[in-house]
Structure formats: structure tokens, C-alpha cells
């Protein structure tokens, strides 16, 4: 029941543009993303509650595909503060109130 | 947002023992979940504990190893019970605020010897 996140790393310039991928075998009624710095706990990112929505958060940005059960989160002119692990959290019913992580996704940005 | 505190922040344990690991919210939440992550791996839900009924523990884990209290709106506990080396990991605690969002403890990171 976990979501798959592709890709598993990625290392980035500062600038450059990311996209993370979270795939779930099951139907999806809303899609969490989080990031976790190491160390630290994780962060809320954004949430997508309906199929198609896409979500901007700066220049971090998300769409949540229901049909494909499929979620991606875009990393625009990538900041060094946006290295860490990038999850992405599913829920398969409205009011499920327990979120499935996904395998993460840890992003690297160097200068 | 919620602010919460978490204790012990790490402990060092005896194979066959138990930790009890607090969680304090500052404002009244009506659930909290309790998460584990291995080192390096993604967050498995352990339990959701309402305020008032019995926790609802997810496959794989069971009352009898991982009791969860939670007395009020504000404060729950998770108990690691009979630990073996296996329950190594970081446990964490969780709650959400209306408009859905997660906040974490800071993490308790549990290392059994």
C-alpha cells in the first residue's frame, strides 16, 4: 500500500528544475507532500484534494492526477534550502485520517 | 499551527525493557498519530489515538507491544514494550490541525541494545 516515489535521489545545481513523482496502486482521495531535512521532523508542503488539481507553493508547485493515481511535485530554480527528503503522503478515502508515505525522495541542491 | 513536544528526544535501552515516550500538544487536537522511521526510510503510521476511545492501531502492529494512552486533548504516550533491537528507530508523534496538516515532534530516537 505504500506509494512509489521516483526518482529515489536526485542532485541538483542551484537553478536548475526537479520533478518527483509519487505513483499509488490505489485509488486516491487526496495527496500530502512533505519535506524532512536531516534530522529535523518532517515539514507540510501542500495538499491536493481533487483529481487534476495542481497546487504552487513559490516555486514549489504540485498536480494530482486521480485517474492515473499519480502525483507530481515540481521544484522551480531550485534553492539550496530545498535539499532534503521529499515525501509524499496518500489518502484513499475522505476521512481515512491516516496518510501511507511514500518511499521518498531525497533531493540534493549544491551551489 | 501546533507546536509540539516530544520526550525523551533520544534513549539508549536494554533488550526486554520498556520506554514510555510523552507527547505534549499546545492547543486541544482531537487525534494524534504516532509514526516510526527507520533510519534513512519513510514514515509507517503506528496508531491514531482519539481522546476518549481506544487507539486504532495499523496491520503489523499490535496493543500488547505498542500501548498508546491518551487522557486528554492535549497529551498522549506510546509505550515500546519488551524492546528488542528490531524497535531501533526514531517514533514520532503527530498531529493535525483543520485544514489538515501535519505537525511532528521533533522525534524521540530509541537505540536498543
Known amino acids: 500500500q505504500q506509494p512509489v516515489q521516483s526518482p529515489q535521489a536526485v542532485i541538483l545545481r542551484e537553478g536548475e528544475d526537479a520533478v518527483i513523482n509519487c505513483s499509488s496502486s490505489?485509488?486516491?482521495?487526496?495527496v500530502h507532500w512533505y519535506r524532512q531535512k536531516h534530522g529535523e521532523a518532517p515539514v507540510f508542503l501542500m495538499i491536493l484534494l481533487k483529481g487534476g488539481e495542481q497546487k504552487g507553493h513559490e516555486k514549489i508547485s504540485a498536480s494530482f492526477n486521480e485517474k492515473k493515481q499519480q502525483s507530481s511535485l515540481y521544484l522551480t530554480a531550485s534553492q539550496l534550502s530545498y535539499s532534503g527528503t521529499y515525501f509524499c503522503?496518500?489518502?484513499?478515502?475522505?476521512?481515512?485520517?491516516?496518510?501511507?508515505f511514500g518511499t521518498g525522495t531525497r533531493l540534493t541542491v549544491i551551489p | 499551527s501546533a507546536v509540539i513536544s516530544q520526550k525523551p528526544s533520544r534513549d539508549i535501552c536494554q533488550r526486554g525493557t520498556s520506554l514510555t515516550i510523552q507527547c505534549q500538544v499546545d492547543s486541544q487536537v482531537t487525534m494524534m498519530f504516532w509514526y516510526r522511521q527507520q533510519p534513512g526510510q519513510s514514515l509507517t503510521l503506528i496508531a491514531t489515538a482519539n481522546q476518549g476511545s481506544e487507539a486504532t492501531y495499523e496491520s503489523g502492529f499490535v496493543i500488547d507491544k505498542f500501548p498508546i494512552s491518551r487522557p486528554n486533548l492535549t497529551f498522549s504516550t506510546l509505550t515500546v514494550s519488551n524492546m528488542s533491537p528490531e524497535d531501533s528507530s526514531i517514533y514520532l508523534c503527530s498531529v493535525e490541525d483543520p485544514a489538515r496538516k501535519l505537525f511532528f515532534g521533533s522525534g524521540t530516537q530509541l537505540s536498543v541494545l
Open positions: 503522503g496518500t489518502e484513499i478515502r475522505a476521512g481515512a485520517n491516516n496518510l501511507f
Open positions: 490505489k485509488a486516491l482521495y487526496s
